[in-house]
């Protein structure tokens, strides 16, 4: 992109800022920094306002770049419809990609009423940071939490695979921190998290009470935003559910990149040979690798990734660059210096690996190896996502309040019964994303999910225990504390450090009610290996060891 482009995008531009957006009036029309927006009425009493740009397109010249606030625009934006989203492998058709990077905008719900200072609940997908939107199903819409939990519900498209974490020496070359980083994607969050600082209280939100939330990868992004310097004081809460204190090193990701590079070269008839192609690189000046990147389309430079299940690929993403994210990571915990410490909840669920091994594998589902395999390994999800990043934030005197929780809604129970229907206790239980209708509100499953696990005989309980959670993250949302303030819920204890003190908090339910009770557990990746080594025979005990050290969590969900 030109300079005229980046000029477009208002990063040097020397025109005056616009005008800070006013006060939430009830109107669907809102005057954000940037320009005006349209709501739109939408499900249970609430307004959305759809596809709101937070960042600059970055095409051209500001791929790879940290994202730069949207142009200004004049008269009123008005959008039926979700923006695209960002460039991807297709979860469903393999092979295919789909998606923009014209993809960095958000989307916004509150409810219809005139209350203003309403709590901020910002929601990142999942999927591996490599796919997944927004609006990609129903089941991420704000409706229902914002009506339910009277908060303003934020939730946008983040840059994805290649285009959100990438770096060369060519790339880092001459340009910011930020811009040298690697850490597009991240940045893409913090840069959310500016526009709602900015803009919330136009909508009727409170910028003061901001809760970041996501799962799986979305819940990863929310933990290395904790550590993460350019995001301090951006959120006052966070919420990760299912998932885990994760980062790569520049090293790694040079690698790939590199490898990337020589395909690219080879593919386009620059060079004869990968062998060739590697010396050309060798040659090339860090503008010429940077002009010939750019000039490649999305399209071409996702196709040089292999495809893992559900559309997501395996590459190096969240990256200890040392200045997004701190040179040693999640060490940070350990050291006590790290910029965002505020209350917290970190989740898992039961069974978290049996969505990957029952469709993405070669077990028998319900075999004995399928069983170990899914009890060890979501043992193993829970300590990188809940008992590791607990105990260390805890040890600091300063950390606010650690809550925990498990949900086990679905699980088999020790009597062999499930609620869920037929085989699927079995073979799926409380498989990983289970835990987003319950706290969304949504009470439906994307796809055919819907049609075999919800049923009119799990129904009541399973729509109690969607209620008591969303009561517990609204008063979360609201105080920092999830505990509503009277006796109607079961108390929630913060994860103590004490030696038999509660941990986790854990969420079932049978066919007709809520069970909800605090627990004591904690595991620690050691323990989960040692169990795994003396309560199982052999072969299978080799077999599940051998899975276990080659893939602490299953690819593609990093």
Sequence with gaps: MTALGLIACGSVSTAP???????????????????????????????????????????????????????????????????????????????????????????VWRPRDAETGLPVY?????????????????????????????????????????????????LRDGTSPEDASGNYGTLDLVQRLRWIQQN?????????????????AGGINVLSLLISPPAKGLFQGAISESGGALTRSVEEADASANGVLRRLLVKTGRARSLQQA??????????????????????????????????????????????VIPADGYGALTTGVYPNRVPLILGSNADELKLFLRFATHLTPGSE?????????????????????????????DQPPVYAYSLRWGTVEPDGTSVLPGFWGRDLGTFHSLDIPFFLGHDTLPGLFHL????????????????????????????????????????????????????????????????????????????????????LSEPLRSEVLEFLRASPLPSGVH
């Design 122 to 170: 910002v929601w990142i997908h999942g999927g591996g940071n490599s796919t997944g939107a927004p609006s990609l199903v129903r089941e991420f819409y704000g409706n229902r939490i914002a009506a339910r939990s009277r908060v303003v519900f934020v939730a946008l498209a983040y840059r994805l695979g290649p285009f959100g974490w990438f770096t060369l020496p060519a």
């Design 278 to 323: 590697a010396e050309m690189a060798q040659a090339m000046s860090a503008a010429e690798i940077r002009d010939f990147l750019r000039s490649r389309s999305d399209r071409e430079i996702l196709s040089q990734y292999r495809i893992l299940a559900f559309g997501n690929i395996d590459f190096p993403n969240i990256l200890r660059d040392g200045a």
């Design 452 to 535: 075999f696990l919800f049923t009119n005989a799990n129904a009541p309980g399973r729509k109690a225990l969607s209620a008591d959670i969303m009561r517990y993250t609204a008063a979360f949302a609201r105080t920092g504390d999830p505990n509503p303030g009277d006796d109607s819920l079961p108390r929630w204890e913060p994860w103590s450090g004490t030696p038999g003190g509660p941990r986790r908090i854990v969420f079932d339910a049978g066919p007709g009610q809520a069970h909800i009770s605090m627990s004591g557990d904690e595991l620690t990746d050691r323990q989960v290996m040692a169990a795994a080594g003396s309560e």
């Design 369 to 397: 190896l399928y069983q170990a395999v899914s009890r060890y390994g979501t043992e193993r999800w829970a300590v990188s996502a809940v008992d590791g990043p607990a105990r260390r934030l805890v040890s600091h005197a």
């Design 200 to 216: 919330i209280e136009a909508f009727g939100g409170d910028p003061r009470r901001v809760t970041l939330t996501g799962e799986s």
């Design 17 to 107: 800022p616009p005008a800070p957006g006013a006060s939430w009036t009830g109107s669907p029309v809102v005057a954000t920094r940037f320009g005006a927006v349209q709501g739109q009425e939408d499900a249970d009493q609430t307004w959305v306002w759809k596809a709101i740009p937070f960042a600059c397109p970055p095409v051209g010249g500001l791929r790879w770049r940290a994202p730069q606030d949207p142009a200004p625009w004049a008269g009123v934006r008005r959008m039926a419809s979700f923006a695209n989203e960002c460039t991807q492998f297709s979860a469903v058709f393999a092979g295919s990609i789909q998606g923009s990077e014209d993809c960095l905008y958000l989307n």
